[in-house]
């Protein structure tokens, strides 16, 4: 049976993490990157309202949109209602803002940027989703989907809500398969439990899973040989996975295209072995330092201050595990960025009262301040 995307190749070219010069992207470096993408038979482009303020839409047009036929490519971009807009009208007026960015003309695949938490709010107070249904019967956009950051449990609720989603883009990759966190199993299997096709993102985690991973984790890789990088892996896992519409990849450099074209171009799924491979390293990422948060839960609602507990310690965790200061900071500033910083706990302690692991949760708090902000 065929369903959405069925026919596109599986590499996306994602174009949140462009190459740059200076302060400005390179445009240069982008159009060779595009080129080489085109070339070896890949179409699929996605960027976002929010991408290099607003300068990635931009930048798309011009190595993109205005250099080849609007039909030889699909063109994908998001609205994020949660991320600034105060009215209804500034938060629609976001479509047409990347409308006129981008050049597009029309969208061939359109999402409500991040659901999840209190973000999902936003699209409802805005009206959102019968706005974007609208534009979607004008021929504006093609196929309407929205992309989510959080549990297999909302995003069951929003699917049963939203029956006229027609695709979901979620975080898959090897690391996070089994996280209590970012559930990618259980996401990816409720999302074709609904009959949704999936688009992924962060298949190598924001390139944790390439070269920066833990020599633990590289040894793994290459004691089982097969001469691929190790960014590789994470690619062909995720694209491994059945009903995927592609795999978005975040490539900043011509050197990290043509390593993802060579693994994609003549692509062949995970065997038995290799699936071996991926769980054994999966388990030696379990098996290092880090914060036994299971995600439960339990010390959210207690919490007077609103603080993210869980999000704050699994960004703590990239650092631990993937020995990457820059992109933690990263990443607690985007889990932090509407409310919930580690700085407004006033150490009531009822978060510890109830946390099954008997996690420091007021001193890991601490230090994630001391660290973060």
Same mark, same amino acid.
């Given at each position: 049976?065929s ?9 996306g ?37 929010g ?74 107070d ?16 093609r ?78 890789f290459?004691?089982a ?10 690619i ?38 290799e ?7 999966? /388990?030696? &990422? ?6 036994? $948060?299971?995600? =439960? @839960?339990? *010390?959210?609602?207690? !919490? +007077? #201050?609103?603080?993210?507990?869980r ?23 985007? /889990?932090? &960025? ?6 407004? $706990?006033?150490? =009531? @302690?009822? *978060?510890?009262?109830? !946390? +099954? #692991? ?7 708090l ?8």
């Amino acid at each position: 049976m065929s369903y959405l995307g069925e026919s596109i190749p599986k590499l996306g070219f994602g174009l949140m993490r462009l190459p740059m010069k200076g302060d400005e992207i390179d445009i240069g470096q982008m159009i060779d990157m595009a080129d080489l993408f085109m070339d070896s038979g890949f179409t699929y482009f996605d960027t976002a309202y929010g991408y290099h303020g607003g300068l990635s839409e931009v930048a798309a047009k011009t190595a993109i949109v205005d250099r080849y036929p609007r039909e030889s490519f699909q063109f994908a971009t998001k609205l994020p209602a949660w991320n600034g807009p105060k009215t209804t009208e500034e938060a629609q007026q976001m479509f047409w803002t990347s409308l006129k960015r981008s050049g597009a003309g029309y969208f061939d695949f359109y999402l409500l940027h991040n659901l999840g938490s209190l973000r999902t709010k936003c699209f409802y107070d805005f009206g959102i989703w019968d706005f974007l249904l609208d534009k979607k019967e004008k021929g504006l956009i093609r196929h309407l989907g929205f992309s989510m950051h959080d549990n297999a449990e909302f995003l069951d609720m929003i699917l049963t809500k939203h029956p006229e989603m027609e695709f979901v883009q979620l975080q898959v990759n090897y690391a996070d398969w089994e996280s209590g966190i970012i559930q990618a199993r259980k996401c990816y299997e409720t999302a074709r439990k609904h009959n949704k096709p999936v688009i992924i993102m962060e298949p190598v985690k924001g390139g944790f899973l390439g070269d920066s991973l833990a020599p633990e984790v590289k040894a793994v890789f290459d004691e089982a040989g097969g001469g691929g990088s190790y960014a590789s892996w994470g690619i062909r896992f995720a694209a491994s996975l059945d009903g995927i519409i592609t795999v978005l990849s975040g490539m900043s450099s011509i050197g990290q295209m043509r390593d993802n074209i060579s693994t994609m171009k003549n692509f062949r799924p995970l065997d038995e072995r290799e699936h071996a491979v991926i769980k054994k390293a999966r /388990e030696v &990422l379990d098996s290092m330092p880090y914060i036994p $948060c299971t995600s =439960c @839960g339990y *010390c959210l609602p207690g !919490c +007077p #201050q609103g603080v993210v507990i869980r999000n704050i310690f699994e960004v703590m965790n990239r650092e631990l595990i993937f020995n990457n200061f820059a992109a933690a900071k990263s990443g607690y500033n985007w /889990e932090t &960025l509407i409310g919930g910083k580690g700085s407004r $706990c006033i150490a =009531c @302690g009822k *978060c510890e009262e109830v !946390c +099954p #692991q008997q996690i420091k949760i007021i001193d890991l708090l601490k230090e994630a301040v001391a660290k973060y902000e």
